[in-house]
């Protein structure tokens, strides 16, 4: 589904999730092929199983149907009587059409803060109002951007041969025996004191289905490789599952939350495919089954929450996906280059998504989406920025995995997970003529150090 078609979905959720009548439209939507049975079955579990929670994960899923889904949803509201609400989108449509930039953010307002006690020094730079005499208050301080804004930074690089060190001067800690006190202290840091400490499940997929229009992703094998092997190291129990189907990864994955992880301490799910773009509240990103069938980031995570599995309650939930996050290819900006090897180009790279019939070169399809709320315990690590491909080499494997195994190889003994992730999104950054940039979305209440 293009930008367009998905901004008019957007624009008229709330109207749909509120009138729309799902249960007239599951046969038309089976007999057009925007979704299979099995996706029609998730969507009527969704939520509570009402009809309101049925028509938002309708309208969600929809937006990873392909470039006609818009114009065929449209249909079946017709053909089920439902004119208003295709009216409304029809109209949207051809609207957005006309306009691309019909749809706008909204306008910034300059931040008004009302009276406070503050000192005549504290006011530098704010503006009064001086036609109103103040009679000892102070009138209400209104902050320009310039106000309001952080001074310049300059930007900092992390480097492996220059860790930061605490400050010694005030604690009397260098910076090892400050990170040992936060790891024994229940208070900044996750226990993981168990042996094993928890279950790693790795989904490698490969080889894709003609249908699918997914082309087979050399080099993910290494990757594999690479993360049995150090997650093994890192004392979790390793399970590789390679090519399934999006059904066949939900059941993977069910499986796992099922198993009782009362004695375990962590999990972690490394999931290596293609991956597609759609709308979202909270997780961007999907991952496609060798089936062609996407499998939000919203459904992964939720598999493992406090109803779908109470034994890793209060426990960190790690993920970290490999897929692309959309078609884009960065192209960067001009910085001066602080070492030989930022300028080096990597010859053998390629997207890790691009559609079927592009050719030669590989790129996944944009990545997904979802919608939850703000689960605790929970750390999802991407590849790469929403919207963008991501570079995989097919003799080595992808640039995330293989820095995210380097950075813990060098670095896991004596830093915590954040600061990992943080080394790993700046190696990443400066590689290759095309750039990449990993993220996540952490919702950990404490610090994470590996046990090694």
């Not at 006690?117 to 730079?125: D, H, I, T």
């Not at 689960?375 to 820095?403: A, H, N």
């Not at 195994?405 to 290759?432: M, P, Y």
Request: some cysteine; aromatic content about 6%.
């Amino acid at each position: 589904m293009d930008e367009a078609d998905r901004r008019v979905l957007r624009q008229c959720r709330v109207r749909l999730v509120s009138e729309l009548q799902v249960a007239a439209l599951w046969d038309n939507l089976l007999n057009r092929e925007l979704f299979t049975p099995d996706m029609i079955e998730d969507i009527q579990r969704a939520g509570s199983g009402s009809r309101r929670d049925q028509a938002r994960q309708l309208i969600i899923d929809l937006e990873t149907r392909g470039s006609q889904a818009l114009p065929l949803f449209i249909s079946c509201l017709e053909d089920t009587g439902q004119d208003t609400l295709a009216s409304l989108l029809r109209t949207s449509r051809q609207a957005a059409k006309q306009d691309p930039e019909a749809i706008r953010p909204l306008d910034l307002k300059p931040v008004v803060l009302g009276p406070v006690s503050l000192k005549p020094k504290e006011l530098r730079g704010a503006k009064r109002d001086p036609s109103k005499p103040s009679q000892g208050k102070l009138a209400p301080v209104v902050l320009g951007p310039e106000e309001l804004w952080p001074a310049k930074l300059s930007p900092e690089v992390l480097r492996p041969e220059a860790p930061r060190p605490v400050d010694i001067g005030s604690g009397g800690f260098s910076e090892i025996r400050a990170q040992d006190r936060a790891k024994g202290n229940a208070d900044l840091a996750y226990v993981l004191n168990a042996d094993p400490c928890g279950h790693c499940l790795i989904i490698n997929n490969v080889n894709f289905c003609h249908e699918s229009g997914l082309r087979t992703r050399t080099g993910s094998s290494i990757d594999c490789e690479r993360m049995q092997q150090r997650f093994h190291l890192l004392h979790f129990v390793v399970e590789v599952k390679c090519n399934l189907t999006a059904k066949q990864m939900v059941q993977a994955l069910v499986q796992l939350a099922q198993r009782d992880h009362s004695a375990l301490d962590c999990c972690v799910v490394v999931i290596l495919s293609h991956g597609c773009q759609a709308s979202h509240l909270q997780f961007p990103g999907a991952v496609y089954g060798i089936d062609g069938y996407p499998v939000s980031v919203e459904r992964i995570v939720n598999t493992f929450n406090g109803t779908g599995c109470p034994s890793l309650g209060g426990k960190p939930k790690l993920f970290f996906i490999q897929a692309c996050g959309g078609e884009q290819k960065d192209q960067g900006f001009e910085v001066a280059s602080t070492s030989p090897e930022d300028r080096t180009p990597d010859s053998d790279s390629e997207p890790d998504a691009t559609p079927f019939q592009e050719g030669p070169v590989t790129v996944d399809q944009p990545d997904a989406v979802s919608s939850l709320p703000t689960p605790s315990d929970i750390l999802v690590s991407y590849s790469t920025f929403p919207g963008f491909v991501s570079w995989r080499d097919t003799k080595s494997g992808s640039w995330y995995i293989e820095t995210l195994d380097s950075i813990f190889e060098q670095w896991a003994h004596c830093e915590d997970l954040q600061t990992l992730l943080l080394r790993v999104a700046n190696a990443v950054s400066v590689k290759g003529i095309y750039k990449q940039i990993p993220g996540c979305f952490n919702f950990l209440r404490k610090k994470l150090f590996f046990k090694t």
